[in-house]
């Protein structure tokens, strides 16, 4: 089966938002057998939309689209299918009901516009929303296929997993490719790939490294006719990796760092506070992302300002001796932190964002503290020149990867 993905919104073309939801379809598609040709991004244009979906629907089988759904005049996914097609959309009188019950339940009219989105084609059907107003279409004649579904993220993501996935599942049993990440941390992608030849040449499975953010990814791949198959050619691979890296191997899939810390922290009744600068609680935010993270996060504090840092305890004597910006200050802010909310382990982190030098330290260079419920302290340097918002983000999954040292005995000296 040939798929194809077009995402539709002039807001993707202008580089307003970033088109997320074509990345998650994507990675699902070769789970389920069904082969992606072609992704297409087309903005809110009737023309070029018409053009799109006709080139679409003349060279796949199953076409996914995202966006267009909403009820304004430039949401013309379905007139854009009704043209293809030459049928005529007609108000559908269970969605018609179901959108003013929406609106109604929560005290206010429905705008006449939103009745758009109740159409409904002869060949088509709706997927249902629970998150939205935009129901989906799942239109489908002279054996093609087009799924629509909302731009927004979140609803596309849920209609997805319950609703469409599950169909195609079910109606395409072909080849599927199934795979496992494997995430390590502490080792060069070059080493990372000379560890794990040996597994290279196991029958029927393929291994990739990828250096990310967070280490280098070890993704195991196979293809079965079943998802059962290929999870049997998968797991002895991941058993021999697993031993070959030990505790190098820090998570799986869809793990995160902070997710990782945070079962860490509650599992040993352990928690932890921050204090940042440079990140401006970046750091404080990505752990409170961390569902439960109210059981081992003790709270952070943003001192931006180095009269912040001597209000919040950091001692005086440090930052005239060695600078605002220095490991010294970083290890003196996270033993601060520490003490001021009463953590078992305190981050800090000061830097300077940039564009331009302070106190003639270059622009991107960040220090990292650590301090430990042992008495420990440690620190380290990174330099990350690639503009401010690119700083802070470096500088975050750097603490989340120090905070792991630190947690496993292995603090640099």
């Known amino acids: 089966m040939k798929a194809e993905i077009i995402a539709i919104g002039t807001e993707i073309l202008l580089g307003e938002i970033v088109d997320t939801n074509s990345a998650h379809l994507a990675r699902q598609l070769p789970e389920l057998g069904i082969d992606l040709y072609y992704k297409s991004v087309v903005g809110d244009n009737r023309a070029r939309l018409h053009e ?63 009745i758009k989105q109740a159409w409904l084609l002869p060949s088509a059907r709706a997927i249902p929303n629970p998150r939205g107003t935009a129901p989906g279409w799942w239109t489908e004649r002279d054996g093609h296929i087009i799924v629509s579904m909302p731009g927004v993220p979140p609803e596309m993501e849920l209609m997805w997993a319950n609703e469409v996935r599950p169909e195609l599942e079910r109606r395409f049993s072909g080849e599927v490719l199934v795979t496992r990440t494997l995430k390590t941390l502490g080792i060069g992608e070059g080493t990372v790939d000379e560890m794990a030849r040996p597994v290279y040449a196991m029958p029927g499975i393929g291994v990739g490294t990828y250096a990310r953010a967070d280490g280098v990814h070890l993704r195991i791949g196979a293809k079965a006719s079943t998802r059962e198959e290929a ?139 650590i301090a430990t419920p042992d008495g420990t302290e440690a620190a380290m340097t990174i330099v990350v020149n690639q503009g401010r918002a690119a700083v802070r983000r470096r500088a975050v999954t750097t603490a989340l990867l120090l905070l792991r040292r630190a947690l496993y005995g292995q603090l640099p000296q």
């Open 52 to 114: 799109t979906f006709r080139r679409a629907w003349e060279r796949s089988d199953l076409i996914l689209t995202t966006g267009g759904l909403g009820p304004t005049d430039d949401d013309m996914t379905r007139e854009a299918i009704a043209e293809i097609l030459g049928e005529k959309p007609v108000v559908d009188a269970e969605l018609e009901q179901r959108l003013r019950g929406f609106f109604a339940s929560r005290g206010y009219p429905m705008p006449e516009s939103n």
């Open 231 to 369: 999870w049997m050619l998968i797991r002895p691979a991941e058993e021999e990796l697993r031993q070959i890296f030990g505790n190098a191997i820090w998570g799986s899939d869809e793990d995160t760092l902070e997710g990782m810390l945070g079962d860490v922290f509650r599992e040993r009744g352990e928690t932890l506070a921050t204090m940042e600068s440079v990140t401006g609680g970046l750091l404080a935010a990505t752990f409170t992302d961390v569902p439960g993270a109210s059981g081992f996060f003790q709270g952070g504090l943003v001192t931006y300002q180095t009269e912040g840092k001597i209000a919040a305890g950091v001692d005086l004597g440090v930052i005239r001796e060695f600078g605002v910006v220095s490991q010294e200050t970083a290890k003196e802010m996270a033993r601060a932190v520490r003490v001021h909310a009463d953590a078992d382990y305190g981050i800090g982190i000061t830097g300077v964002a940039g564009p331009d030098p302070q106190e003639g330290v270059a622009p991107g260079t960040v220090h990292l503290g």
